[in-house]
């Protein structure tokens, strides 16, 4: 079974620095998609960036970009320029390649960003 | 487009009670999700629904009863519920046979059980 593993339940960043999110996952599949999601006090779960496992190229989302290494099997977004409302918490998640599967969370980590 | 739309957005239940969950969605997606969320916890599976016929149950209670009418639309009908059943719904949709098949979620629906 797959499992994702986000090591830092709590992160904090002064708004306009850069700060980096964690997440690991474990899978034997070698085609697969990860996503990371943030949730803020809404509760309501956006998707921010999403990354092909075949692809070498790291994805961008405007602020957003993901440090993808498949030999490590990790998965780190870079927030970078924080704003306010990047406060949220961020989970990151795994979706094998097989249509119509589940997405595999991980436990969350809660950004706070300060003024 | 990508929007899911789920109501109510809050609920209050008695344990005899009989209630419904639903969600739409307009985009198309053939593939629909229920996920129960704790509070600072993440979204855990229910149910998937794939071409209207439900293609995964994660051993959920039978007090939780899913139904998908049409492709646009997913009801969770709730019966004899626990308190512990208390937690945020969330509905979530997907396009199959597409590259990503990104799950795009609702707002959520927050059940208390009393």
């Known amino acids: 079974a797959q499992t994702v593993t986000q090591s830092q339940p709590e992160m904090s960043v002064q708004e306009a620095e850069t700060v980096t999110l964690s997440c690991t996952y474990d899978?034997?599949?070698?085609?697969?998609?990860l996503f990371w999601y943030k949730q803020p006090p809404s509760r309501q779960m956006i998707l921010v960036i999403r990354?092909?496992?075949?692809?070498?190229q790291n994805a961008t989302e405007n602020r957003f970009s993901v440090n993808f290494q498949k030999a490590a099997k990790s998965f780190s977004l870079k927030i970078s320029d924080s704003q306010l409302g990047d406060a949220a918490m961020y989970f990151c998640?795994?979706?094998?390649?097989?249509?119509?599967?589940?997405?595999?969370f991980g436990e969350g980590t809660q950004l706070t960003v300060n003024p | 487009d990508t929007e899911v739309t789920q109501t109510p957005k809050h609920l209050v239940m008695g344990m005899t009670n009989k209630k419904s969950l639903k969600c739409e969605q307009h985009?198309?997606?053939?593939?629909m999700y229920w996920y129960k969320q704790k509070a600072k916890k993440p979204p855990e599976l229910m149910f998937v629904?794939?071409?209207?016929?439900?293609?995964i149950n994660e051993s959920v209670p039978s007090r939780f009863s899913p139904e998908c009418p049409n492709s646009s639309l997913l009801n969770l009908h709730l019966h004899a519920l626990q308190p512990e059943d208390s937690a945020l719904y969330l509905c979530a949709s997907s396009q199959l046979q597409e590259s990503w098949e990104t799950q795009y979620f609702g707002p959520g629906t927050r059940l208390l059980v009393l």
């Open positions: 985009m198309g997606h053939r593939a």
């Open positions: 629904y794939s071409y209207e016929k439900l293609s």
């Open positions: 998640a795994y979706r094998r390649e097989t249509s119509g599967s589940r997405l595999t």
């Open positions: 899978t034997s599949e070698s085609d697969y998609y």
């Open positions: 990354q092909e496992a075949y692809k070498q």
